[in-house]
């Protein structure tokens, strides 16, 4: 999609678009019913263009400390220059923040402004939950924005969401580590198995394999190992692919680093949990995006000086390299509040470029600009941070434009949502650690899973 077909596609071209109410069917099945009591917005419309008043209610997944507090002096700035306006910043966990919106939305309890992630923006599209934010970007000036990124959150020609930073999923690993091992970093998935076998001791573990039912780490682990072979876990059609030979040797794979190389408990691991292995010096490698740094740094800050990352492993030392997994995180205001005028204006403060720079910083290299310029700006490069991991953090500016969320190569679809959040892929994994399914009868299981959650969505798939 790029902002120029006739709405939100769940399917091929030739596919019909889910309507609310088939969409409610599988949010009724999935998350208690949430959707499904969704009715018309009761709620006052939007106040004309004057003076801003009112009570403005912002949800974001700003858990770190440094993040929270840039939004609270937000917050307290707009204040002082709306005297007339409250906010009010709520902040929640990824997961929480998914079933706060989708139980919010029965209740009609949701913000006016918040946080989402691009696979929660196609969810709500499809559900006709935002508003269109083309006036706020067109202010800040399109062209500052990489095309993709909007795209993300594109219908109709309208954008729904403003992408507020960017980073994207590399492979991280102890220098010291490899050193001591005489290993070279790994290029290759056979290269990580032999290094992360080498490196596992009592001490420490080669690599966590996390496959917690409450996040969708499995499928993100899984996603990169796919798309190192040239393929997606959602196919042209817009069914789901877990069956194909590539698919079954991903799955095969991270079943046997589980066994070798991860500690037990990471089978109910979430992305917290995982992480803060590698924050500890616990594991030798990992994947995640630049927000490693700062983990490493306030949790041992002993060992930050041998963090380090490169690109995601291939199956062939000759294999371009490509993009698993890039997120471009955006703001969106919604539908049913009755401040969007206020909530725009609140959304184009943040993008100042004293104070966003300042909000860049204060996860430096876990939170890429998303404003083009920005990445050029001494103010933002003058940071000891980034200069410390330039290295590190060129890795993760190139990886950005080879990468999309999961699921969404093509633009935004529902799908993409239903694979990110319902843990299916994740208790796929579980079922062969745990009863010894074997992989093409789990694998089998899951796809037909998920594919009958597409169908409950509305998604026409094709035979």
Known sequence: MHGTGTGLRATSPGGSRPTRRQFAGLAAATVAGSVAACGPN???????????????????SFTQGPRAEWMEQMAR??????????????????????????MGLA???VPDLSSALPTHVAELLDVEALVPLDDVIDQIDRERFAAAALTE?????????????THAQVMWYRTDLLEQAGLEVPSTWEELRHAAEVLTTDE???LSVPMGSSDMMATRFLN???QSAGERLLNDDGSANLTSQAVLDGIAYWVDMYRTTSPEGSINYDVLQQATLYYEGRTAFDFNSGFQISGVQQSSPDLA????AAPLPRLRESDPPYGGETSNTPMIVWEASDMQEEAKAFLLSLYQTEEYIEFLHSVPGGMLPALSDISEDPAYLDDPVL??????VEVIEEAVPLGTAIGMENGPTVQASILTSQGIVERLFQDIVLNGTAVPEAAQAAEEQLNSLFEMAGVEMED
Request: glycine share 10%; net charge negative; hydrophobic share 35%.
């Open 42 to 60: 009761t709620r006052e419309p939007s106040k004309p263009d004057g003076v801003l008043s009112g009570d403005l209610l912002v949800w974001t």
């Open 77 to 102: 700035a707009f204040e002082a220059a709306h005297p007339d306006v409250r906010v009010t910043i709520e902040t929640f966990s990824w997961p929480d923040f998914y079933t706060k919106w989708t």
């Open 107 to 109: 209740a009609g309890q």
């Open 153 to 165: 959150g594109q219908v109709g020609g309208a954008s729904y969401s403003v992408p507020l930073y």
């Open 204 to 206: 420490v573990y080669g």
């Open 224 to 226: 990169y190992y796919v």
């Open 305 to 308: 000086e041998y963090v380090a």
């Open 387 to 392: 200069d410390q991991f330039a290295d590190t």
